[in-house]
Each structure stands twice: as structure tokens, then as C-alpha cells.
């Protein structure tokens, strides 16, 4: 049997099966390999199946045998029953005389179109079709291709000019600048109250609201990657701003209420949550190599929500997805650049500000190895992009953060920087087990356990992976692989419920899934239920989503973990976090609401605890 046509059949679908994942599934790395030498034995059995492949069908086959003797006699004989015609009993020696004609009756074959698009086997007539069948398969393999390569080699994006807000108080407002054009050094950065600022050409608007000087800039360099952070100070709370430095570099921002209030036009405090960006995936040819599709989604809420910022929860680039192509600082550097010169950044920046935490792709896939290498190349980016511009951090070069803005206080975790290694010991609720080290772990619980300032009744722990065990795949790399050290911290969040008026909330990412899970105290213990912890996980603002499910709840765990949502699908989703207060200013509520691909499709609420202390607490919980 000819082994060639089944080759081609399996290296034809194999093609087409790995490509489609790695460009709109889940772009592994193990998959180019795949469609490459796929590709290759495909090519190969694709030419031996055609040269062995006949245009022609055999209908019939006759062979017709004339014997020719003293008597002239015909014998016809069928090739079709193989029977031999007599001719006469004759003596031995008699020489027989035969003539042989045989006739072949061909059919040409049907071009068998559906069967060759299909399966990728050549057409037995059609060079046309099997042409395109050849090319389909070509073309997969030069859009995996083209995936991988283009955006590296084609856009490092050198020559990117822009300005970012990061955090903004409500006296404060820091920037980040990048101009690698020298010749516009210095650059001069000013700002102005844009209030009221609506034809900004006539003279009176300019008196009212004149341009101040924030600061300048007189040298960049390749140190920083040609960036510099600016802080303009003495703002006013809840007030709109606009900025422009000299480089034709603009936009606006808005100051935070004061802490403890709320906006005078808004009576809630609205910010967004989310984590995982990759360009261009799910992949189109057709797009931009730096396009960022989940933005698009993101930019049609943004003018409605006046979000204060985006709390961004680890993986802005992934270095080592689908491909690394190197550990050196300018190979993250160019990461971080193309995200910035994305044609999907600017409606997502230009009145947003964007608040920053570390996670694995950030350095490398589930990173657990400390500030070895490739951590220096990694955090030297991060450093000037992200952190420059971040809330203050708790100690110089740490990369933790603590900050307080209109109602709520907010710690941002560095879950990779710390952490021991995820499997020495196996154990997960070993001691000697860490995700935070000792130093990040004393400020976290210092955090919790003081008072909040009046009017702040809730407290944000963020972290870039999620608190819950619940997700049962991988899960060494979450929380559920440092149980011991986990289960202080909750019991700190309990504490917090127990003895004010304020809830503790987790907000997390990394699972390209989401679901929100609560963390109610063991029952009879003394903690009330009101201090129940609750955990909203986001994730891929633009990145794939798992087909398969793999967040479950278990409730022989101790202590309980239960889901109150999981909505694992989707390519693109965020949550949409706003804080009220309610009347007497005791309690608040806070509501999160989840879009998924531009839709809002589910929301939940939930009390902060009562005032008071114990148990009591609950007759008027919730």
C-alpha cells in the first residue's frame, strides 16, 4: 500500500490543527516547531502523492484473442473471468497462430474538490486545486511566521515618542516621558486647571487658567531608554488638568477626591482592574503587528465609567510568549516599547491612568528564581517604564505599594521578586515556604492591621495571582503553593472585618480566567461572618482564554473557599470596581461589574462590615 497519501493527510492536518491554535487558541511555543516540520513532510509526501496519482479512472478492460487456423476459427475471451480458449485437439507439433488486441476504456476522474481542501491531498485532474490546498498550508505556516517574527524584527520601535499618566493623588499627578529625538532637548512639560478650558484659543479662557511650568528635562539617554519621570505637585482634588511638554506630547488627567470623599460630580469611587496584554492576539493578518485587540473593548467604556485609573495586575508584555528571543535589557526594552507604540495604546491612555504590578511574564514563565538572571535585564525596563511613575514604594527599590485615594487604601503585591521556589519543599503549607519574604510579608500585615482614615471603609490587597486554590491546574504557581503563609494573612484580613468597619477585598489575575470567590471564617471561631474576605481574579485584558476548566471548588478544603462566579471564556475582560457610601457614612458598598469582549455580563455587591466589634456584627451584616 502507497503510504505517501496518508502522510500527506496527516501532516496536512496537523498544519492546520497547530496553527489554528497557536494563532488564535494559545500561542505556545511548542506549536511553530510542530507546523514547521509539518510542513516539510507534508511538501514532500504532497509531490510523491501527485506524480503517483493518475488523472484516470479504469472502466473497462477487454482483451480480445484470435486464433488462427486451417479453419479460420474465432475464440473472443474475456479478461474478466482469465478463461483460455481451446483451439481443437491437435497433435503437439501444430504451431497456432494468435492475435491479441486489447482495449482499455478510461474515465477521467472528478477533481474531488471538497476531499482535497479538506484533507490537503493533491486533485487528480485539478493543478489548480491542489494548488490551493498546498498554498492554505503554506500560508498557515508563514502567518505563524509571520506572528512570531514580524513585530521584533520590523517594529522594535525605536523612535516611539509619548507621555503616560501613572498614579494620581489628590495633590499629585506623576508622568512618564520617552523622546529618543535629542534635538528637542530640553523639553519643557507644563500643565493647566482645564476646568473650564472649552475654546482654549480665546484670550479670557487663557487668563482664567494660565499654563504653569511642571518641570524640565535636560538630558535623556540610552541608561533609561531614553525615559524620565515628571511630578507635578500643589493640584487640587477632583480637579481636571490638561499637560503638554514641547515635544507636541498632550493630554489630560484628573486629581483623586480628597481621601475619605468622593468626587463633588460623582458620588462614587470607580477604578478598573485587569491583567495579560499580548499584541495582536487573537491573530489577524490583516491588523497591525502591534495592534492590541482587547483595547478596543476597553476604549468604548472608558468615556462613560471616568475611571480614576487602571490597576494593572502583571503580564503588560510577555517576553518569552510565543517566542524569547533573547535575556538581555534591550530584549525586554523593545517589549515594553511596542506596547507603547501600539495604535491601540492612545484611547486607552490618553485620559486613564495606567498603575502597575510585576508578574511572571514580566521575567519569565512562572518565575520563581528571585533577582537571578534574566531578573536584573527584566526589572531594568519595568523599573523605568512602570515603576517610575507607581504609587511611592514602602522601602527604595522595593516593588511593593501602598497608597490611599478617595475611599478605599490599596497594597500592591510583588508576588515574583520574594518568593522561594515553588516546589522545594512540595509541601504547600510548609513554614519555610515564602511568596512574599519576610520584609514584603511585615508591611502587608502592617497594612491590614492599621486604622483606616475616616471615610475609607475598604481595603485592597492586589496580587498578580490569585488567592484562591481553587484553580486546580498549576496551582503551585498561585497562593494554593504557599498555604502556611496564606493562612496568616487571611486570618489578618479576618481581623480587620472583626474589629471595624471595614472590608478587606483581594483582586488578582494572571489565570486568563475569572471567577470571584469568598473566604467566609470558620464557623464557630472568632471571627464574625461579616469579615468575610472576597476575591475578584480578571484576567486576559487582551490575551487567549483556557477551553478547558480548571477552577473547582472543593469543600472538604479548610478553610472554605466558595465560588460566586466563574466565567472562564473570553479573550478580552476587565472588572469595573465603584464604591459608594451609604447614608450615615458607617458602611459602604461596592459593586463589581465584569465585561468580557465589550458586554457587561455580570455583577455582584457587596457591604462592608458594620461598625463595631465580634461576632455581633453579623445581625446586621449584608
Known sequence: MDPWPALTVISSSTIRASAYAFLRWIP?????????????????????????????????????IVVADNDKRNIRAEESDGSAMNDDDSDGGEEVELDIEETIVLEERDPQIFKTLLFGLPSPTSPFWSLVTMAINIALALCVADMIFRAPLLYPSHDVSFIRVGHVSDAAASLLIREPDLSKL?????????????????????????????GQIYWLSNETDFTSPVTISRLQPSTRYEYAASNNQSGHFKTAPSIGATSPHDSKFTFLTSSCIKPRFPYNPLSHPLEIPGFSHLAQWIPKLQASFMLFLGDFIYVDVPHRFGVDKETYRREYRQVYASPSWPAVSSSLPWIHVLDDHEIANDWDANTTSPYPSAIDPFTHYQAAINPPPLH???????????????????????RTSELAPAD???????????????????????????GVHWKFVVSSVPFTRNWRFNNADTWAGYLHERQIILEAMWDVGATSSTGVIVLSGDRHEFAATSFPPPAGGKWPLAATVHEFSTSPLSMFYLPVRTYVEDEADEPREVCIKYLPDGNSKFGIVEIEKV????????????????????????????????????????
Request: no cysteine; hydrophobic share 35%; charged share 20%.
Open 28 to 64: 505556545g511555543h511548542h506549536f511553530p516547531p510542530i507546523v514547521l516540520y509539518s510542513l516539510i513532510v507534508f511538501l514532500v509526501s504532497f509531490a510523491l502523492t501527485s506524480r503517483e496519482t493518475s488523472p484516470y479512472e479504469v472502466i473497462a478492460d477487454e482483451v480480445d
Open 428 to 454: 504547600p503549607a510548609s513554614p519555610s515556604k515564602s511568596m512574599l519574604g519576610a520584609p514584603q510579608l511585615r508591611h502587608l500585615l502592617a497594612f491590614l492591621r492599621d486604622p483606616s482614615p475616616p
Open 583 to 622: 447614608s450615615g457614612g458607617e458602611q459602604s458598598v461596592l459593586r463589581f461589574r465584569l465585561v468580557v469582549d465589550g458586554e457587561e455580563v455580570w455583577a455582584y455587591v457587596v457591604s462592608s462590615p458594620p461598625a463595631g466589634k465580634g461576632r455581633g456584627k453579623d445581625a446586621v451584616w449584608g
Open 186 to 214: 530640553p523639553l519643557y512639560v507644563s500643565y493647566r486647571n482645564a476646568e473650564n478650558v472649552e475654546h482654549e484659543s480665546t484670550k479670557s479662557v487663557q487668563s482664567e487658567n494660565p499654563w504653569k511650568t511642571a
Open 396 to 418: 527604595p527599590d522595593a516593588t511593593y505599594y501602598s497608597f490611599t485615594q478617595s475611599l478605599a487604601s490599596f497594597f500592591l503585591l510583588d508576588t515574583r521578586s520574594y
